[in-house]
T-cell receptor, first 118, second 110 residues
């Protein structure tokens, strides 16, 4: 079945560091991917929609200069958290859907990246 | 905007049946999905309803009433491995974005 791979699974770094997270669709092409953030014991909050070959669409309140998204190919989207600070520590999850599928095609989620900023 | 309400916690014993309700208010509606997430893991798709009625997938079933802006997930023959968080999510537009509820933590006891 369709699989979404996310890397790295865990990052611990110092404040001020920029961190890149990769999201790959392994056996299908994804023109659209989604990036979510999840704080402990809370729901998934959509941050942005990553569109292959065009600019990402950010949700209200999400700083696009802080969270840089690049979707350079049909199988790879990257999220870069720039100049990360402790308040950016969270669980970041990507998802993708198979293009052209019916509306009940589920989104496939990556395993998530746990980001801890010291 | 969108708002979804679901219970925060449910506890049940092995073999029991659990129903998780979800009521929603959205600007538009293109379907209600259910996802399971084990602690520290990724959400996995369980079920989807675009039309009124019941969808059955093994031990899990999902129901939707669009007129009542209401749906539920039914977990039957509960097993210990079903202990997880369950999220309902609506698709408010045909752009495949999902808006998630706060999640229901299901704890299955022996």
């Amino acid at each position: 079945g369709a699989v979404v791979s996310q890397h790295p699974s865990w990052v611990i770094c110092k404040s001020g560091t920029s961190v890149k997270i990769e999201c790959r669709s392994l056996d299908f092409q994804a023109t659209t991917m989604f990036w979510y953030r999840q704080f402990p014991k809370q729901s998934l909050m959509l941050m942005a929609t990553s569109n292959e070959g065009s600019k990402a669409t950010y949700e209200q309140g999400v700083e696009k200069d802080k969270f840089l998204i690049n979707h350079a190919s049909l199988t790879l989207s990257t999220l870069t958290v720039t100049s990360a600070h402790p308040e950016d520590s969270s669980f970041y999850i990507c998802s993708a859907r198979v293009p052209g599928a019916y509306s009940n095609q589920p989104q496939h989620f990556g395993d998530g990246t746990r980001l801890s900023i010291l | 905007g969108q708002s979804l309400e679901q219970p925060s916690e449910v506890t049940a014993v092995e073999g029991a049946i659990v129903q998780i309700n979800c009521t929603y208010q959205t600007s538009g509606f293109y379907g209600l999905s259910w996802y399971q997430q084990h602690d520290g893991g990724a959400p996995t798709f369980l079920s989807y309803n675009a039309l009124d009625g019941l969808e059955e997938t093994g031990r899990f079933s999902s129901f939707l009433s669009r007129s009542d802006s209401y749906g539920y997930l039914l977990l039957q023959e509960l097993q210990m491995k079903d202990s997880a968080s369950y999220f309902c999510a609506v698709s408010p537009a045909p752009d495949y974005k999902l808006s998630f509820g706060a999640g229901t933590t299901v704890t299955v006891r022996a």
